[in-house]
């Protein structure tokens, strides 16, 4: 069973920016699409980004412009570049296997805090 963990969060203020990590366990070429995932207390957890094995993206509406996910498949990581932060950005990101069938335990993500 594939594991991922997450880092590169931290405080930034507005505007700002951070570049998070997601490594895996084995090979990422193995389980597919990748996707990143922000969660804030109370609410339910979003897709914000995926990558597929061919490098085709996907960007939720409210990161487009601004985040930017790629993968490194050499190092068995996905990135996920965040620019121009907004203080709504604020949330626990995770990463995971999107397909059901790879999808792997839910680690405890890496925590972004945006605030002057």
């Known amino acids: 069973q594939v594991q991922f963990v997450e880092s590169g969060g931290g405080l930034v203020q507005p505007g700002g920016s951070l570049r998070l990590s997601c490594a895996a366990s084995?090979?990422?070429?193995?389980?597919?699409?990748v996707g990143w995932y922000r969660q804030v207390p109370g609410k339910s957890r979003d897709m914000v980004a995926s990558?597929?094995?061919?490098?085709?993206?996907y960007h939720a509406d409210s990161v487009k412009g601004r985040f930017t996910i790629s993968r490194d498949n050499a190092k068995n990581t996905v990135y996920l570049q965040m620019n121009s932060l907004k203080p709504d950005d604020t949330a626990v990101y995770l990463c995971?296997?999107?397909?059901?069938?790879?999808?792997?335990?839910w680690g405890q993500g890496t925590q972004v805090a945006v605030s002057a």
């Open positions: 995971n296997a999107v397909s059901r069938a790879y999808v792997g335990p």
């Open positions: 084995r090979s990422i070429l193995s389980f597919g699409t």
């Open positions: 990558i597929t094995t061919g490098g085709t993206t």
